[in-house]
């Protein structure tokens, strides 16, 4: 079993709807819970983290934390163009390393 | 400022071969850690440097190596390459070694091995 686990998608919405993206992960230790953004032949781009259990709103953007879970999610509102690309959940501890999943490849319909 | 800068952007190497990765990270920060991305994959860690000391190794062989030099500047190298590391591997900078939430990602490197 995978330490992060993602659905790969491929996930293809109309302009305008929302994105409902989630992972969930195995390990306790894990404490800080980050979302990027991976557009093709780039590297990731950090879009929001939380530390811990909760909401975080940036925008158009909203992460979720549920630890009791081991489950988080990512919602993109007012989907646009612009926002297709392959989104990649990690984490971390206290420690030097994140853990990612498999990323979900996301187009958004004009 | 600059961001996180990665040498070269593309290579082709023969199977056995040995290549150099590069990597300049952000001005101010001494900590700089490499990953691997297989193709349909999330990044892989391999190592992290912080103040030209290894602080942390991923579950690779001893084939992958780097270091990290007096100007925080990082080199990954690969010894006998193999078909499976054709990846783009990838180059992260952040202030400190644990602050993972600041990680700062270069553009990466496409690496094949034919």
């Known amino acids: 079993q995978k330490e992060v686990e993602q659905d790969p998608g491929p996930l293809s919405v109309p302009e305008g709807a929302i994105v409902s993206l989630n992972c969930t992960y195995s390990?306790?230790?894990?404490?800080?819970f980050m979302w990027y953004r991976q557009y093709s032949r780039k590297g990731p781009e950090l879009l929001m983290y939380t530390y811990s259990s909760g909401n975080k709103e940036d925008g158009r953007f909203t992460a979720q934390v549920d630890k009791s879970s081991k489950y988080i999610s990512l919602f993109i509102r007012d989907s646009q163009p612009s926002d297709s690309a392959t989104y990649l959940c990690?984490?971390?501890?206290?420690?030097?390393?994140?853990?990612f999943g498999a990323g979900t490849t996301v187009t958004v319909r004009a | 400022d600059a961001g996180v800068t990665q040498s070269p952007t593309h290579l082709i190497k023969t199977r056995g071969q040995q290549v150099t990765l590069r990597c300049s990270p952000i001005?101010?920060?001494?900590?700089v850690s490499w990953y691997q991305q297989v193709l349909g994959q999330g990044p892989q860690f391999i190592f992290q440097?912080?103040?030209?000391?290894?602080?942390g190794r991923g579950n690779f062989p001893d084939r992958f190596s780097a270091r990290q030099f007096p100007n925080y500047s990082s080199e990954l190298n690969v010894n006998a390459l193999l078909l499976g590391d054709s990846a783009l591997y990838l180059c992260?900078?952040?202030?400190?070694?644990?602050?993972?939430?600041?990680?700062?990602f270069g553009q990466g490197t496409r690496l094949t091995v034919v």
């Open positions: 440097y912080y103040e030209k000391e290894e602080r």
């Open positions: 001005s101010g920060h001494k900590s």
């Open positions: 992260a900078s952040s202030l400190s070694p644990s602050v993972n939430t600041e990680a700062f």
């Open positions: 990690a984490m971390s501890g206290y420690d030097y390393k994140l853990s």
């Open positions: 390990n306790s230790a894990f404490q800080y």
